[in-house]
């Protein structure tokens, strides 16, 4: 199966379960891949056969950064909902990150793998 891939889409949005991170909104990282056949799209070359990444991406980041979900595990999971509406779109893996949530780490996150 061929991937497309999405890599550290950037979006900031109200995230989180203590109460400072319900009212500042905070910086996310998301990275998906989107488990297709590229096929057909490649043989057209026509944007009709594509996944439209970035429709899809602007689509999960306008998502992200609205919804206001306590946990990444829920966005995650909102995330790949979206990827699977998509045509074509067979699996998803979503990745969602939250670089500036510990100070003494790099960053914190999930990632699953969906259908």
Do not use: F
């Amino acid at each position: 199966m061929d991937k497309i891939l999405i890599k550290n889409l950037h979006a900031h949005g109200i995230i989180g379960v203590y109460d400072e991170e319900r009212i500042t909104p905070q910086a996310m990282l998301i990275n998906i891949t989107l488990y297709t056949d590229t096929r057909k799209a490649a043989q057209s070359d026509d944007l009709a056969d594509c996944i439209n990444y970035d429709a899809l991406s602007q689509k999960v980041r306008n998502h992200a950064e609205s919804v206001q979900r306590l946990t990444v595990e829920a966005l995650a999971e909102d995330i790949a909902v979206l990827c699977l509406e998509e045509k074509g779109v067979k699996k998803a893996r979503v990745r969602v990150e939250k670089p500036d949530a510990l100070e003494y780490v790099d960053q914190v996150g999930v990632e699953i793998k969906r259908p």
